[in-house]
Structure formats: C-alpha cells, structure tokens
C-alpha cells in the first residue's frame, strides 16, 4: 500500500506556472511509477502525465505536451508536476497516483483503473 500527498495547488492567474508535489511512503519509490490526473467539476477524469520508477521514461496527453513536465527525486520519494502557461481550461483538482509496474510501458498508464492508489487531490485555479 503506498500513501501519497498531493500539495502545491493554489489560484493563479492565466499564464502562470505551478508545481505541484506529490510525496509518497508505503513501498520502495523507485520500484513504481507515478501518474497524474485531474478532474474538474462536471468532467471525467482526465489523465495527464506518468513516469517510471526510475524516472527514465515519461509520458503526456497531447494537451499537455510542452506545458507540464513531470520530475520525481527519489531520494524524497516525491513526484513533481511543473505546469506552465495555465489557462482556465486547467482549472480543476489534481491527483497523482502510483502505479503497480516500474516501467509505463508495461500497462496502459492512461488509464486510471491501472492504478491503485490515489492521492486526496490538490486544487488548481487559474483565474482569467
């Protein structure tokens, strides 16, 4: 069982960046891989980005592709997800998750039933 905090979230305005953070305990980090996904009221979830344990491989939707950028420090056992140039459109509580498998290329990442643990979700607003 892995237990993960989500922090970082908070109002910005249109063209700001944030980070957010992700800190996890519960198994060895290195071992999983991380996902992040967001939610905003009215809509499906919505995966965004994932990583493998060893922080080699990484993954992004289209609509995130060059705006977000997902990092982790093993040693801290944190994830981090750097968004830059938000809009509205991203307004919308973020979650990360940890994966079974080390390596994303060994399941579907996008899919949220790959995953089995979840974080509470940190809030982003981004004001227009």
């Known amino acids: 069982q892995v237990q993960l905090v989500e922090s970082g979230g908070g109002l910005v305005q249109a063209g700001a960046s944030l980070r957010l953070s992700c800190a996890a305990s519960?198994?060895?980090?290195?071992?999983?891989?991380m996902g992040w996904f967001r939610q905003a009221p009215g809509k499906e979830r919505e995966f965004l980005s994932a990583?493998?344990?060893?922080?080699?491989?990484?993954y992004y939707v289209d609509s995130v592709k060059g705006r977000f950028t997902v990092s982790r420090d093993n040693a801290k056992n944190t994830v981090y997800l750097k968004m830059n140039s938000l809009q509205p459109e991203d307004t919308a509580v973020y979650y990360c998750?940890?994966?079974?498998?080390?390596?994303?290329?060994?399941?579907?990442?996008?899919?949220?039933?790959?995953?089995?643990?979840w974080g509470q979700g940190t809030q982003v607003t981004v004001a227009s």
């Open positions: 519960g198994r060895t980090f290195s071992d999983y891989s």
């Open positions: 990583d493998s344990g060893s922080g080699r491989s990484t």
């Open positions: 998750t940890a994966g079974e498998e080390e390596d994303i290329k060994n399941y579907d990442c996008e899919r949220g039933d790959e995953y089995d643990n």
